[in-house]
């Protein structure tokens, strides 16, 4: 099974910045945060980037996320469940009966509580969206499906890694949500050329009511 998200907001985590080569989209051109940096001169772990702009976060089951719907297809033969750890906000889509760490989807669900402009802030989000070590990063900030978003693929030894990470807003509440969702599977047994995993990666959906 995959490890938690590094960027389980409100749980905690002190995932730094993905090495290896990067390319980024050019960065908002909003007026910059008044966040402060941290000391060792690296970007801050989202989580705790957010919390120094007064904004906290708190997983949410999907069920409980009043106004969000969020859906990835369920490949045949494969499932999803809630993770037993979690009081919510954490579910799993995984083939039945594999008993292998990998391949491994994760989706989850985050409650942020706080004033912010999130196609600002979401430049911040892929500092620790993959492990540290991971190489040949690429990432994107392009809106997803008309919401500020964070995506960042990359490899970490033989395993592939994916992040897509989605801000929405609901209107009636203008109660905002974190959605995220990872991805991990072997370097040999790539999403594009893996059914399963491209239907969920590219079946993906958010939206508001």
Known sequence: ?????????GCGSDGAQSGG????????????????????????PFKDYLETIGVHGKPIAFADAEGLEVSVPVPAGWERAADPLFAGGM??????????????????????????????????????ALPPRTTDVTQSFDDYQGFPSAL??????????????????VPSTSVRYLVQLTVATKADQPIPATPALKSIVDGFTVAVS
Not at 31 to 38: D, G, L, V
Not at 152 to 164: I, P, V
Request: hydrophobic share 40%; aromatic share 4%; glycine share 6%.
């Open 152 to 169: 960042a693929e990359g490899h970490d030894g033989n395993t592939q890694r994916y992040s897509r990470i989605v801000i929405a807003t």
């Open 1 to 9: 099974m995959l490890a938690v998200p590094l960027l389980l907001a």
């Open 91 to 128: 579910d799993f889509i995984s083939e039945v009966g594999n008993t292998s760490s990998l391949p491994s989807v994760v989706l989850m669900a985050i409650q942020l509580d706080g004033e912010f402009d999130p196609k600002r802030e979401i430049q911040h989000a892929n500092v620790d």
């Open 21 to 44: 080569s990067t390319t980024t989209a050019a960065p908002s051109s909003s007026a910059p945060s008044s966040a402060q940096p941290a000391p060792s001169g690296r970007e801050l």
